[in-house]
């Protein structure tokens, strides 16, 4: 007589305590546990539902492992287990991310970089934009959603209007609404968008300081006498030098017009 067909719940007990067995980075027991999720296929989801409950639960020194497992599942059974893994991808990630050092950060970063081809780039491109904003030095690698608007950073750094382009017809724009999702993430992407806007204005306020700081102390040099007769040894930023030279001729004109102790020729 046979015996009875488990039922997902127990099928799902048992596969979390296999789980547990996953306390570090063993590829022999991720590669069992990816075989026993494949051989479960046909109830996928509450195998994915332990590996994300457990995730959640377990220290941090073991959610790399439980996502290498996810990785090797996605990688090697694929399918419906893709699909379910990746509506709680992002949130699945950036958890994880915030949990763990610096070190395991960057193994996720090798990880993420695996994954171009195997989840959607809306997903990837979530991942990335959340990421980035915990961590700047994240680059935001994956295409941005083809109904959201996607910014270059560089173009804060201009106030010159863009030229109007030949054809005035205003582009036909999806009436479909957007997803949850689109919505999350284009809120994550105005977020990157107004912190890279502050970094750049903090930069140019950095930048004018230090040409101030110069240019007085070169004028102090200048009204005491002991400017250097070579004023090539004096080392500026580049970006200091240009806006410096323009300013101190002016200062030059009207403060010094003599400038007879300045005079560099031998």
């Not at 090697?76 to 958890?95: A, D, E, R």
């Not at 780039?121 to 959603?145: E, G, H, N, R």
């Not at 999350?184 to 004018?208: A, N, P, Y």
């Amino acid at each position: 007589m046979s015996s009875p067909t488990p039922t997902p719940e127990e099928i799902k007990a048992e596969y979390a305590s296999s789980l547990a067995d996953l306390t570090f980075n063993s590829r022999p027991l991720i590669n069992v546990l990816t075989m026993l999720a494949e051989e479960n296929s046909s109830n996928a989801k509450v195998i994915v539902e332990a590996i994300e409950t457990h995730l959640q639960k377990v220290s941090t020194d073991v959610k790399l492992p439980i996502l290498y497992l996810v990785d090797c599942i996605v990688k090697n059974v694929g399918g419906t287990y893709t699909q379910l893994f990746s509506q709680n991808i992002v949130s699945t990630f950036c958890n994880v991310f915030k949990a763990v050092d610096e070190k395991t950060r960057a193994e996720m970063f090798k990880l993420r970089q695996t994954w171009n081809d195997v989840f959607p780039q809306m997903k990837l491109y979530a991942i990335d934009v959340q990421i980035s904003l915990l961590d700047p030095a994240w680059p935001v690698t994956a295409k941005p959603p083809s109904n959201s608007i996607h910014f270059n950073p560089k173009f804060l750094k201009s106030n010159q209007p863009q030229a109007k382009a030949k054809d005035e017809t205003p582009p036909i724009l999806s009436t479909n609404p957007p997803s949850a999702l689109d919505k999350e993430t284009l809120m994550m992407q105005e977020k990157l968008i107004q912190k890279q806007k502050e970094l750049l204005e903090l930069q140019q306020k950095k930048l004018e300081l230090e040409v101030l700081q110069t240019k007085v102390k070169l004028q102090e040099q200048i009204k005491s006498g002991v400017l250097p007769v070579r004023p090539q040894n004096i080392l500026l930023k580049p970006e200091v030098a240009k806006q410096l030279v323009p300013a101190l001729r002016r200062g030059d004109n009207a403060a010094t017009p003599t400038a007879a102790g300045c005079h560099t020729e031998q």
